[in-house]
């Protein structure tokens, strides 16, 4: 089911995050006095003006066996 626009010249954006992710979200939100959805919608703004590319990182751990 798809969320209805916002208003004019707006596309609906979802995604499903971590619980930690979202929890440290709501925890910057508040700093700011704003909702989540209003901060996330800054980050993106932001990400968008600056031209931020989001490049796939995988890492790996190297430990010893207990």
């Known amino acids: 089911m798809s969320r209805k626009s916002s208003g004019k010249q707006t596309t609906p954006i979802?995604?499903?995050?971590s619980t930690n992710l979202h929890q440290k979200l709501i925890e910057l939100a508040a700093k700011g006095d704003v909702t989540v959805g209003r901060?996330?919608?800054a980050i993106i703004e932001d990400a968008v003006k600056r031209s931020v590319v989001v490049k796939a990182s995988v890492n790996y751990e190297i430990t010893r066996e207990k």
């Open 14 to 17: 979802s995604t499903a995050i």
């Open 39 to 41: 901060y996330c919608r």
